[in-house]
């Protein structure tokens, strides 16, 4: 037995060893993939967030939601043709039908939702794979106190207004602090 197994311990890893190599590679790559998408994300919220605030400052909810509905796929837009990435935001609960998730974006969606049940922040769950051919980053994105404005269970009648003639399918209601609203969803073709 020991015979038959010493040649294997040889010559195992001499097989092995490219595919580690590779591995690591693309570990490596991966890590610095996942940096670029983490700083995209980061804009995307320090460039969103800024206008949402002001925007209900300026002129209360009702107002804000045309700006977000106009500035968020605008930043979105930016962004991906800036970086080469496809930046978006989804969620299980879409307002905008185009926040949809496609099976990659859903599972991990569900996944975040069960974590959050278990206990953890929204702020710390992200997670990236490279599936087909793309790197995908998925980003959890929870609700706050300033979200409660226009995705909570009782809206302001002006609000609900407002929601109802530009969302007349609109599912992102019911949220309470610290539920995960959605994701921003980020690939790149490798
Ligand atoms: C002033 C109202 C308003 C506030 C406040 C607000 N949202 Fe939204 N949210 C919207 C509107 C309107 C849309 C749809 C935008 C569009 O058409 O692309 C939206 C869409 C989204 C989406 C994209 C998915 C979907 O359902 O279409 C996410 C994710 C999201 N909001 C998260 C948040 C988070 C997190 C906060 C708090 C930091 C927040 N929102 C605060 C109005 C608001």
């Known amino acids: 037995m020991k015979s038959r ?11 092995l060893n ?19 998408a983490m700083g995209i994300v980061k804009s995307f919220g320090g460039a969103l967030k800024p206008e949402l605030q002001k925007a209900l400052q300026d002129g209360g909810p009702a107002h804000a939601i045309s700006v977000c509905a106009e500035k968020a796929p605008a930043i979105a837009g930016r962004l991906s043709s800036d970086t080469g990435w496809m930046v978006k935001r989804v969620s299980l609960k879409a307002r905008n039908q185009t926040a949809i998730p496609d099976a990659w974006e859903e599972k991990q969606l569900r ?12 702020a710390k769950m992200a997670y990236a794979e490279i599936v087909d051919g793309r790197f995908r980053f998925i980003k959890a ?37 610290g539920q995960i609203r959605g994701a921003f969803s980020l690939s790149l073709d490798l």
């Not at 294997?8 to 097989?15: D, E, R």
């Not at 994105?141 to 109802?164: D, F, I, T």
């Open 111 to 122: 996944q975040f939702d069960r974590r959050q049940a278990g206990g953890e922040t929204a």
């Open 5 to 15: 197994l010493l040649p294997a311990i040889v010559v195992l890893p001499l097989i």
């Open 18 to 36: 490219p595919f580690i190599q590779t591995a690591n590679g693309v570990d490596a790559d991966s890590a610095q993939l996942k940096q670029q």
């Open 141 to 177: 994105q929870g609700v706050e106190s300033l979200c409660l404005n226009c995705h909570a269970a009782e809206l302001k009648p002006e609000v609900e207004a407002a929601l109802r003639l530009k969302y007349p399918d609109d599912r992102a209601r019911g949220y309470t602090a």
